[in-house]
C-alpha cells in the first residue's frame, strides 16, 4: 500500500537503484545491495543524520528491507540535483564534511547503531590500484610514492584520533547540496575523506593549506 509506482533508475558502482513514488505523490529512492552490513550502514547513515544535517537525505528506515538469502533494499527520499548553495561546491563540501566529522560519531553511538573501524587498504593494493587508475588514463592518476604513501597508511592505521568519517566522498555522491552513498562510513582519520575531496577535486598541493583552514 506504500508505492504506486516503481522505473528503474540507474546503476550507482555495484548497486541498481529504483524510483518509486508512495500513494501521497512523494518520489524515494530505492536502493539493493547483496551486502547486508553495507546495506544495515546506509539504512541508519539516512534515517538518524538526516534529521540533524540538512545534507543527509531522509530515510524511510532504520534498518533494511530484506528480501530471499542476500538481496537488501534501503529506500530514501528523491533529492534535487541542482546545486542551490551560495558557496563554492568545494567549501560546501569541506562545510558538510565538518560538522560530519564533529558530531556525527556521537548521534550514532547515541542510538546504538554499531560503527566498524574504516579498513586502510594494504601497500600491494595500492599499487595496483594506482597502475589500473594509469591504465584508464584518468585525472586521478597521481605519481606513485610508495615510502610516502607507506608512512600515510601506517600513520592512517596507528592513529588515536578518529572520527566518523564517510569513506566515500567522491564526485559522483555529492547530488546537489547532499552527500549520499552512506555505506561506507566508519571510525577513521579525517584525511580519509580529505584526501578523495582534494583528489576529486584536483586540487593542487599549493591550496591545500587555505581549503584545509576552511575545513577547520
Known amino acids: 500500500n506504500f508505492v504506486t509506482e516503481i522505473s528503474a533508475s540507474q546503476k550507482i558502482s555495484r548497486n541498481y537503484t529504483f524510483r518509486v ?54 529506500l530514501q527520499e528523491e533529492v534535487s540535483p541542482l546545486y542551490t548553495e551560495k558557496a563554492s561546491p568545494i567549501i560546501h563540501h569541506l562545510a558538510c564534511l565538518a560538522r560530519f566529522h564533529r558530531e556525527a560519531g556521537k548521534i550514532m553511538q547515541k542510538e546504538g547503531v554499531p560503527i566498524p573501524e574504516q579498513v586502510i587498504i594494504p601497500l600491494e ?14 585525472l586521478y592518476s597521481l605519481p606513485y610514492d610508495a615510502a610516502f604513501i607507506g608512512e600515510a597508511l601506517e600513520y592512517l592505521e596507528k592513529t588515536d584520533y578518529k572520527v566518523l568519517v564517510h569513506g566515500d566522498v567522491k564526485n559522483d555522491n555529492w547530488v546537489g547540496n547532499y552527500l549520499v552513498d552512506g555505506e561506507h562510513y566508519g571510525w577513521g582519520h579525517p584525511a580519509i575523506d580529505l584526501a578523495l575531496l582534494f583528489m576529486e577535486n584536483g586540487l593542487p598541493k599549493q591550496q591545500w593549506g587555505g581549503y584545509l583552514h576552511q575545513y577547520l
Do not use: W
Open 21 to 74: 513514488k508512495d500513494i501521497n505523490g512523494y518520489a524515494h529512492i530505492l536502493k539493493a545491495n547483496r551486502t547486508k552490513e553495507r546495506a544495515e550502514l546506509e539504512a541508519a547513515y539516512n534515517y538518524y543524520l538526516c534529521t540533524q544535517f540538512k545534507f543527509v537525505t531522509s530515510g524511510e528506515y532504520s534498518s533494511p528491507i530484506k528480501l530471499g538469502d542476500n538481496l537488501y533494499f534501503t
Open 125 to 138: 593494493r595500492m599499487a595496483e590500484e594506482q597502475a589500473f587508475l594509469e591504465r584508464r588514463k584518468t
